[in-house]
T-cell receptor, first 113, second 113 residues
Framework: KQEVTQIPAALSVPEGENLVLNCSFTDSAIYNLQWFRQDPGKGLTSLLLIQSSQREQTSGRLNASLDKSSGRSTLYIAASQPGDSATYLCAVRPSNYGQNFVFGPGTRLSVLP | GAGVSQTPSNKVTEKGKYVELRCDPISGHTALYWYRQSLGQGPEFLIYFQGTGAADDSGLPNDRFFAVRPEGSVSTLKIQRTERGDSAVYLC???????????FGNGTRLTVT
């Protein structure tokens, strides 16, 4: 059974810092991995989707990498801003069973002005 | 519509009552997912539709939960004899065919008193 973990559970940084969020998954048989952002009381907003054949994806100040063989993904946020404060979740879509995405518990990020 | 729409945004019901939660996916998206999220946790998979059929309902916790998507667009999640433990945010997501990103609605916050 696929399990997804995220470290750290919470992170607080001063504005302007670069930071890395980590996501680990137990089964490397995946179609893709997706990073989301969730603001309090809201649904999830898709940030980046990495297919299993890709190593990284970039969007603006965000860069996500994928090392499928080791079961890891990182989300790099450059020059963090207070508006980046949110919970960041990763999810993997297994390729060997089921059709659903399996989510990690999230990392709660606070960027202090 | 422009995004995934869920109604109602909030629902308070008494223990033992029946509730229906509605999801309008993005137009043209064939895949539709229901997830449940408790405070501080990642979304937990409930059921996945491909078109009108439930392709994977392995996440439904028991037979009090049922979902339909009769015309391959709008979906309704139905919960019978609600229990206090059913209190959570119920999230709906849709995606186009293939390995496309998931797009979430803002969820329905269900409170069972």
């Amino acid at each position: 059974k696929q399990e997804v973990t995220q470290i750290p559970a919470a992170l607080s940084v001063p504005e302007g810092e670069n930071l890395v969020l980590n996501c680990s998954f137990t089964d490397s048989a995946i179609y893709n991995l997706q990073w989301f952002r969730q603001d309090p009381g809201k649904g999830l907003t898709s940030l980046l989707l990495i297919q299993s054949s890709q190593r990284e994806q970039t969007s603006g100040r965000l860069n996500a990498s994928l090392d499928k063989s080791s079961g890891r993904s990182t989300l790099y946020i450059a020059a963090s801003q207070p508006g980046d404060s949110a919970t960041y979740l990763c999810a993997v879509r297994p390729s060997n069973y089921g059709q659903n995405f399996v989510f990690g518990p999230g990392t709660r990020l606070s960027v202090l002005p | 519509g422009a995004g995934v729409s869920q109604t109602p945004s909030n629902k308070v019901t008494e223990k033992g009552k029946y509730v229906e939660l509605r999801c309008d996916p993005i137009s043209g998206h064939t895949a539709l997912y229901w997830y449940r999220q408790s405070l501080g946790q990642g979304p937990e998979f409930l059921i996945y539709f491909q078109g009108t059929g439930a392709a994977d309902d392995s996440g439904l916790p028991n037979d009090r939960f049922f979902a339909v998507r009769p015309e391959g667009s709008v979906s309704t999640l139905k919960i019978q004899r609600t229990e206090r433990g059913d209190s959570a945010v119920y999230l709906c997501a849709s995606s186009a065919e293939g390995n496309s990103p998931l797009h979430f609605g803002n969820g329905t916050r269900l409170t069972v008193t």
